[in-house]
């Protein structure tokens, strides 16, 4: 059997240094990464469609910040780095592969673009929960874990600790998804849709599947559930080397 093919987004301004932890885990969990650039002006929704044809799954990676007009808001001060090509494809590619039925999983700013694309918002700034500069495997704090959600199939006793580094969370949470994960202040830590086919956590498993067990299980569960919902099978194109 062919090993599912998991589209990862891929950002040239973070340059492929960055994404190849994603790639690795994706190696790992059994599944063949399929890296997807940024388009200058997002994509028409029947472009997301095609390219979502064309893989099994998307992983939505971490990244800058989503800019904050995807979900109606000023730029703070606090938000400088921002993409926003990457931003509208991303958002056109999860939009796409909910209505294509395609699993989705999303990593730190994964968690946030998944949620602004189905129509939540973000918290743009949090004090205290930004460890860039950290080593990225450092477990900065626990999460508490909603008993019977994906993330809690994984995580055993019901809290794990966690490597998240960021700035930002989700704010107001989509329609037809629901928080799995908090941190002891209060900050949404996961996010999943009811029937587990969207899963997004806001730390980075990635960076832990040397040292955690459940990290590297996160990932073979997202690789599984795709691998069980692949509608495309044979047929699927060959994207990586299209034009763009």
């Not at 590619?93 to 395609?102: I, S």
């Amino acid at each position: 059997m062919p090993k599912p093919r998991i589209g990862v987004t891929c950002s040239p301004l973070r340059g492929p240094s960055y994404y190849s932890p994603y790639l690795r885990a994706v190696e790992a969990a059994g599944g063949e990464p399929v890296t997807l650039d940024p388009q200058p002006n997002g994509l028409a929704p029947e472009r997301a469609t095609a390219m979502i044809h064309g893989i099994d799954g998307l992983l939505v990676p971490g990244g800058w910040d989503v800019d904050p007009p995807a979900y109606g808001e000023a730029r703070q001060e606090e938000t400088p780095n921002v993409d926003p090509p990457l931003d509208l494809t991303e958002i056109a590619l999860v939009r796409a592969a909910v209505d294509e039925g395609v699993p989705v999983f999303g990593i730190c700013r994964g968690q946030q673009v998944i949620n602004v694309a189905l129509g939540g918002s973000l918290r743009q700034h949090i004090d205290g929960h930004d460890n860039h500069g950290h080593p990225r495997d450092l477990l900065a704090h626990s999460i508490d874990v909603v008993p019977g959600s994906e993330l809690s199939k994984v995580t055993p006793g019901g809290h794990v600790m966690v490597n998240s580094l960021h700035h930002q969370s989700v704010k107001d949470v989509a329609p037809g998804l629901h928080v799995t994960a908090h941190s002891p202040d209060g900050v949404v830590e996961g996010i999943e849709s009811a029937d587990g086919m969207i899963v997004a956590v806001q730390c980075h498993p990635e960076e832990l599947l040397g040292q955690q067990g459940w990290a590297m299980s996160l990932f073979r569960r997202f690789v599984d559930r795709v691998a069980e919902h692949n509608h495309n099978g044979a047929a699927a194109i060959d994207i990586s080397k299209e034009g763009t």
